[in-house]
């Protein structure tokens, strides 16, 4: 995932919080307006891309969105392109990297360890959507509105148990809409 999330050089936070948000929260990102540029080059003294995003976000079109986005990316900084872990941006500038966010809803935390449990306080939301995506997965498309009550039926028995997850891939598998 890590991987994926980077272009196989250097990371993004952007990319990053994008993916975590839609595949991990539900919850897509919609296109940025025509009229919003990339990040410019650093001319006024921003020395790293948290910086850089600080600054672009300051224009009130892009902050809706970048509010959610930055913050999950800046957690998932401590690692690089690959996925190895890293306190520093490069060997060579030691430029160091800080994976402190804020939520929307105003919940701090300092790295992906604290944002995980500011996941887990989710359970339900993020079990919804892990069983949505494994039931896109298996079946081949997408889910529809029509599919909700077959997603509640897998939930359901499983909440009291905390979703154990092979109980939920065995749910999806015996389900009427996966067999048929």
Same mark, same amino acid.
């Given at each position: 995932?890590?991987t994926?999330?980077?272009?196989?050089?250097?990371?993004?936070? %952007?990319?990053?919080? %994008?993916?975590?948000?839609?595949?991990?929260?539900?919850?897509?990102?919609?296109p940025?307006?025509?009229?919003?540029?990339?990040?410019?080059?650093?001319?006024?003294?921003?020395?790293?891309?948290?910086?850089?995003?600080?600054?672009?976000?300051?224009?009130?079109?892009?902050?809706?969105?970048h509010?959610?986005?930055?913050?999950?990316?800046?957690?998932?900084?401590?690692?690089?392109?690959?996925?190895?872990?890293?306190?520093?941006?490069?060997?060579?500038?030691?430029?160091?990297?800080?994976?402190?966010?804020?939520?929307?809803?105003?919940?701090?935390?300092?790295?992906?360890?604290?944002?995980?449990?500011?996941?887990v306080?989710?359970?339900?939301?993020?079990?919804?959507?892990?069983?949505?995506?494994?039931?896109?997965?298996?079946?081949?498309?997408?889910?529809?509105?029509?599919?909700?009550?077959v997603?509640?039926?897998?939930?359901?028995?499983?909440?009291?148990?905390?979703?154990?997850?092979?109980?939920?891939?065995?749910?999806?598998?015996?389900?009427?809409?996966?067999?048929?």
């Amino acid at each position: 995932i890590l991987t994926v999330s980077a272009n196989g050089i250097e990371t993004s936070p %952007v990319t990053r919080g %994008v993916w975590l948000l839609e595949n991990v929260l539900g919850t897509p990102t919609p296109p940025p307006p025509d009229d919003v540029p990339a990040i410019e080059p650093d001319t006024r003294g921003a020395k790293t891309i948290r910086d850089q995003l600080l600054k672009h976000r300051e224009d009130a079109t892009c902050f809706q969105c970048h509010r959610k986005i930055d913050p999950l990316g800046f957690a998932m900084e401590g690692f690089d392109a690959i996925g190895q872990s890293r306190k520093v941006y490069n060997i060579k500038s030691k430029r160091p990297i800080f994976t402190s966010g804020e939520l929307p809803g105003g919940a701090k935390f300092d790295g992906p360890e604290e944002l995980k449990q500011q996941l887990v306080e989710r359970k339900d939301f993020i079990a919804r959507t892990v069983t949505e995506r494994l039931l896109t997965h298996a079946l081949g498309r997408r889910m529809e509105p029509t599919d909700r009550p077959v997603v509640d039926a897998i939930l359901m028995p499983l909440k009291a148990e905390d979703y154990p997850t092979a109980r939920l891939i065995e749910s999806i598998v015996t389900s009427d809409l996966f067999r048929r």
